[in-house]
């Protein structure tokens, strides 16, 4: 059984979360082009299920609004014979100052105010906690979990689908900033402060995560992979994750990992089950199983992998890991053969 | 005879009923032609004149939105497909700092001020601001500071932390001299800015024409009054926070650095406490301009006019409590997020009572067709629709997911292209007549409203969609997949078209106009005073200064054309071939004296070089390079003071027509020059309160502040410092008293007394951190204690150069008992410097006490 249960008073939230979600995917329906895996308007989560249905709340609203007062000006600015009149003027500048901004404005506060708390509530005890902090420009994620080592890996998370999870948000460089658009919100990581952020994924799939904060010469190339699944499939992944790394299978991978250690990898790598230790750079452990390299900038594939090894500078301007270009092309190979069977 | 009768007989004096004899108009004009000779040959550079002076403060600000412009259309080259490589991540992100930097702090903030400071005087109908050499010094300072800061980017150097400089990426992330650009370059063009608001404020409250109540002051030069007094409380923050980071970069105190004690947080909050303002700043001085068109195009005046002045008010004080909603996502409570939502909904209101008197205008009005309507109209659809996204983003579980994507972006671009470029484009159109005496022309003005109105909306309205679908702000790529490649091409079409739309404009006003006609005199038939001038204009300003008793004149004051043309009013003539104007009281607008203004002048520009080469030599960490140029600095302030203020004229009085005879020199509140000094101070204040306040942050977010319960100035030694500065100021407040009774003795003693007191009492405060060995780079408790006794000597120095300035002014016989202006500015200063000392001591050695 899953170690992250979903208390019953929360269901109801939850079928109500669905039924707004449904309502909001048929207005998404409407207007193409607000789908993709990073897209605010695309909900997966229950946050961001709420903010769109907001969004739309106020777009429709506000364009209303924005007719009205264009069609007046353009209709008494029209060429015309002078026309006072003290009562058009009070209806204007009383009711359409006043009045009118004051009404619209209490209820749009009174819908908005309303969801700022369980927006920056921290989830129930229990929930999840995965520590992410921000680096210049890639991500730790750590999975925190009750009574067992707590397991990292980088510019990627995994999330059950249906429950709450808390994320734990700190930085020791610059200031970042975690969003999740499709999931809900972002939050700042702030060196000297720690800061919490809580969703809730309603639907399975991949989406995609940025640094929403300019944090330096890569900030655009700070992004990360999430994917939601179903809670055994996240259960098994997680502790797959906690393993150490699998030993090289292939000579070639032997010898990856003789070039690994002997080109100084380990001093700022770690794989775990191996000497590399340090914590400097992304956790490599299991960096097969990624979705992607380089923080979301590369598919995790072989020639990928070759390039950046090669000169990650080309990929990712101010990068600070060192080129291995100068390596012979058989020990990038080599080295890549090793990563690529760290599963 | 009731009082309010009497007051009406007195204030309201009607012009001559028959004009000057022709033989003596035309000598009175000769004479004041020669007066106000705008310098020719080389020497044109050296002019003050607030015509000159506007005209290259406005031109200058036009070349700064072009640069900017051309970043902005390279950035959205790069953007323009996904994945692109047009430009390096690194000069992208010196792109978008500049592009931001340059538009806020070289074009939208002080063409406010150029064009304030070209129109003021004439819708007041002075003939120049109070402070002309002033404003000559804050162009040629803006022209320095906006020339190195532009520059860099040719070298590689500019500053890449983005316009918001967020440390710690930029105070320890990012070594070179960027930041030192960014930090210096832009206090030296703050300073400047504070300057020109200071000319603003004196202006419209002392310069009006006698009778012009409050309530008749055109609403133009209203919100100019508004928009100044916030610069003087906004631009301090920002200075003093400006200050802590280049201290930081430079002595490593660690003010924003979490391993001393110090938060990034602080920054933000000093930043966006100017930053938000700063928005208001812009736009107020904008739509003012919309407010002077949209009367002239229904040829009725305002309606609302008591509303409209209210709602510019409000919205500057509001303005001041709203920028926490720039830091929604920082991990904020709850209760503070709906608090500051909730008033940044409340800004909606006054600015929703501004469009609404103009659309009831426009509705009670005789609507003609023209070019600044057609600019007009654009403004309101393109600032409505930005403000609606403004009330949208205000709400905070929105903002969660809208900040900082490029929804924001379309956000504002909205406001400030719609608020901002737009009017200012109609105010082009508006006045040009005015400055060249001819017409632009109404077709290309159409053709180039349509391509910037369109372009405009083109570029601007997909980034709404892209910020949603997940486009982070300042990024130099994005993804294929995430789909927004289309919106980008979008938006970098539009761009194009919308350049196309603004170089048109630009050409219009360039254009040569050889064989074009001068326009007719006031062509719109406008109501307000600017509009007497001739075409072309004369250089005098307005050939005689007229009793106003209504809004637009022009329109409701009969035959006032023909009054002020043949010298039926005020100050026809300049007798002694000397430079005046009228200055009046700040409510009732009673003609108190006539001052004299200084003519051209080299001064300035030196002065500028010098203050510049500071703050430049300072970002190339030269110290002693620096100190010397500033020293020489004041040096030739000194001189520029020295021969051209508080002159002792040749008489006491003079007549200026119309059976009024009025002073020729003014101390004491009455005078500009001590309004000058006072609203400087006040922005001194205002800065020096950002440092306490950054103290008290700093023991906000500590439990154990000051860190260490041994640790600290003591009380022995800040107390004693702090005595011996009010003695300083005791000592001054004598001096005044000596000087007025003409006992130079007593004076001597005194104020030479007051210049001791004043270093001991300044070398007392710095002793206290000194012997308990506070030690700055160690932690921000020191650090802290250190700014407040350093600003203090910074105060006590300004303080100690103007009692030493008015002991060489008695001393040469240039300031007397009865002619003391120096020494009452001096004073003034001085209560400023007293209560600093004051608050500065209980801070650093009775906070500690009670914490």
């Known amino acids: 059984m899953s170690v992250f249960h979903m208390p019953d008073a929360d269901a109801v939230i939850e079928r109500r979360a669905r039924r707004r979600l449904a309502l909001v995917l048929l207005v998404i329906l409407a207007s193409s082009g607000c789908g993709g895996i990073q897209s605010a308007l695309a909900p997966a989560g229950e946050q961001a299920t709420r903010v769109a249905g907001l969004f739309w709340f106020m777009t429709v609203g506000g364009l209303a609004i924005w007719l009205g007062v264009v069609a007046l000006a ?128 309603t639907r399975t799939g991949v989406f995609a995560g940025v640094c929403a904060e300019y944090c330096g010469t890569s900030h655009a190339l700070m992004r990360f992979y999430v994917e939601v699944m179903e809670p055994d499939a996240f259960e098994e992944w997680l502790r797959h994750q906690a393993t150490p790394a699998a030993a090289p299978a292939t000579p070639m991978a032997e010898e990856g990992q003789r070039v690994f250690t002997a080109s100084g990898c380990g001093a700022c790598h770690t794989v775990r089950g191996t000497d590399a230790r340090a914590r400097m750079a992304p956790d490599l452990t299991h960096v097969a199983t990624r979705m ?52 | 005879m009731s009082d309010a009768r009497r007051m009406d007989e007195r204030s309201d004096p009607e012009p001559l009923a028959v004009a000057p004899p022709e033989a003596l108009r035309r000598a009175q004009e000769a004479r004041l032609m020669k007066a106000w000779e705008t310098p020719t040959g080389w020497r044109y550079w050296s002019a003050v004149n607030n015509s000159e002076v506007g005209l290259w403060y406005t031109a200058a600000t036009f070349l700064f939105l072009a640069f900017a412009g051309v970043l902005a259309l390279l950035m959205r080259i790069q ?53 002309p050499r002033l404003s000559a010094f804050g162009f040629w300072a803006f022209m320095i500071g906006g020339i190195f800061l532009s520059g860099s980017i040719f070298f590689d150097a500019a500053p890449r932390g983005g316009w918001f400089m967020y440390p710690p990426l930029t105070s320890e992330f990012q070594p070179g001299i960027g930041p030192d650009i960014w930090l210096l370059g832009f206090s030296f063009i703050e300073v400047a800015a504070i300057a020109a608001a200071v000319e603003m404020i004196v202006g419209s409250l002392k310069c009006r024409p006698p009778g012009m109540r409050l309530n008749l002051v055109p609403l133009y030069v209203w919100y100019v009054l508004v928009a100044s007094a916030m610069i003087l409380f906004a631009f301090p923050p920002l200075i003093a926070g400006s200050l802590l980071m280049e201290i930081q970069r430079a002595f490593h105190w660690p003010f924003f650095d979490p391993a001393g004690g110090g938060d990034p947080l602080l920054w933000q909050h000093l930043f966006w406490l100017f930053g938000h303002p700063e928005v208001y700043i812009i736009f107020l001085p904008s739509i003012a301009l919309i407010a002077m068109i949209v009367p002239t195009f229904a040829q009725r005046p305002m309606v609302g006019y008591t509303w409209v002045v209210l709602a510019a008010i409000g919205t500057g004080f509001i303005s001041f409590g709203l920028w926490v909603h720039h830091m929604f996502t920082t991990g904020l409570p709850g209760i503070t997020l709906a608090l500051f939502s909730a008033a940044s909904e409340a800004v909606a209101i006054p600015t929703g009572v501004q469009i609404f008197c103009f659309i009831a205008t426009l509705a009670a009005g005789r609507v003609t067709r023209s ?294 020199y003014a101390s004491g509140s009455t005078n500009v020059g001590w309004w000058g000094v006072f609203i400087t101070m006040l922005a001194a204040q205002a800065a020096f309160w950002c440092l306490v306040f950054a103290y008290f942050f700093y023991w906000s977010i500590h439990d154990n502040f000051p860190p260490d319960p041994g640790a600290g100035p003591g009380v022995f030694w800040p107390v004693v410092g702090g005595a011996g500065l009010l003695g300083a100021w005791a000592l001054t407040y004598g001096a005044r008293g000596r000087n007025k009774a003409d006992h130079a003795g007593g004076f001597y003693l005194m104020l030479g007394a007051g210049v001791v007191l004043a270093i001991a009492g300044t070398g007392a405060l710095a002793y206290g951190p000194w012997v308990t060995g506070l030690n700055p780079e160690e932690h921000v408790y020191p650090a802290t204690v250190w700014v407040l006794v350093a600003w203090n000597g ?41 209560f600093t000392a004051a608050i500065t001591v209980a801070v650093i050695a009775g906070f500690p006490l009670v914490a």
Not at chain 1, 172 to 181: A, E, K, L
Not at chain 1, 304 to 324: D, N, T
Request: charged share 15%; glycine share 8%.
């Open chain 1, 74 to 201: 353009l209709f008494y600015s029209r060429p015309h014979e002078p026309a006072p009149s003290r009562r058009r003027n009070r209806w204007l500048i009383v009711g359409g100052g006043v009045v009118f901004p004051i009404v619209v404005l209490t209820i749009l506060l009174a819908y908005g105010l309303a969801m700022i708390p369980p927006i920056v509530a921290r989830a129930p005890e229990g929930s999840l906690l995965i520590d992410v902090g921000g680096e210049m420009w890639w991500w730790r994620v750590r999975y925190e979990v009750p009574g067992r080592e707590p397991v990292e890996l980088a510019n990627e998370i995994r999330l059950p689908v249906g429950a709450p999870v808390q994320f734990r948000l700190s930085s020791d460089n610059v200031i970042h900033s975690f969003w999740i658009p499709s999931l809900g919100g972002k939050m700042d990581l702030i060196p000297g402060r720690v800061t919490y952020f809580a969703l809730r994924p």
């Open chain 1, 292 to 343: 992607s390299l380089a923080a979301g900038t590369l598919p995790n594939q072989p020639d990928a992998m070759r390039r950046w090894l090669a000169h990650p500078e080309r990929i990712k301007p101010g990068v600070h890991m060192p080129a291995f270009g100068m390596l012979p092309p058989d020990d990038v190979a080599a080295l890549t053969a090793y990563l690529e069977g760290l599963r």
């Open chain 2, 79 to 131: 953007l323009a497909r996904p994945g692109n490589d047009f430009v390096s991540a690194e000069l992208y992100n010196q792109m978008f700092t500049v592009h931001g930097s340059v538009m806020m702090f070289l074009f939208a903030l002080p063409v406010f001020e150029a064009i304030a400071v070209m129109w003021l005087p004439q819708m007041l109908g002075a003939r120049d601001l109070p402070f």
């Open chain 2, 371 to 664: 070019v600044p309507m057609l600019f007009t109209l654009g403004t309101v659809v393109i600032f409505v629709l930005g403000g609606l996204t403004g009330v949208m983003v205000a709400i905070v579980p929105f903002d969660f997911q809208a900040h900082d994507t490029f929804f924001v972006v379309a956000h504002f671009h909205y406001v400030l292209i719609g608020g901002a470029l737009f009017p200012i484009f109609a105010g082009c159109y508006y006045f040009y007549p005015l400055i060249a005496g001819k017409e632009l022309s109404p077709r290309l003005g159409r053709i180039a409203f349509w391509l910037a109105f369109v372009g405009f909306n083109v570029a601007f309205f997909p980034m709404h969609l892209a910020g949603l679908l997940g486009m982070p702000r300042r990024v130099f790529t994005y993804p294929d997949e995430i789909g927004i490649g289309y919106l980008n091409l979008m938006s970098t079409v539009g761009a194009f078209v919308l350049a196309t739309g603004v170089a048109l404009v630009f050409w219009d006003l360039v254009r040569p106009k050889g064989k074009q006609p001068f326009a007719r005199r006031n062509p719109w038939n406008a109501g307000t005073l600017e509009w007497v001038q001739e075409m072309p204009g004369k250089p005098w300003g307005i050939r005689s200064i007229p009793e106003i008793d209504s809004r637009y004149p022009l329109w409701e004051q009969p035959n006032i054309l023909r009054d002020i043309d043949e010298g039926r009013f005020y100050l026809p003539d300049a007798e002694e071939l000397k430079r005046e104007s009228i200055v009046t009281s700040v409510v009732d607008a009673q003609p108190v004296y006539v001052m004299r203004l200084p003519g051209p002048s080299w001064l300035p520009l030196w002065a500028a070089l010098t203050v510049g080469g500071f703050f430049i030599f300072g970002t190339y960490h030269l110290w002693w390079l620096a100190l010397a140029s500033l020293v020489v600095g004041i040096g030739i302030i000194w001189y520029w003071l020295w021969i051209s203020t508080a002159q002792i004229p040749e008489k006491a009085e003079k007549s200026i027509g119309l059976g009024k005879t009025l002073p020729l």
């Open chain 2, 794 to 834: 910074l105060h006590v120095l300004t303080g100690v150069i103007m009692q030493a300035y008015c002991l060489a002014r008695r001393a040469a016989g240039r300031m007397t008992a009865a002619y003391d202006a120096d020494m009452e500015n001096t004073l003034c200063c001085w209560h400023f410097t007293a």
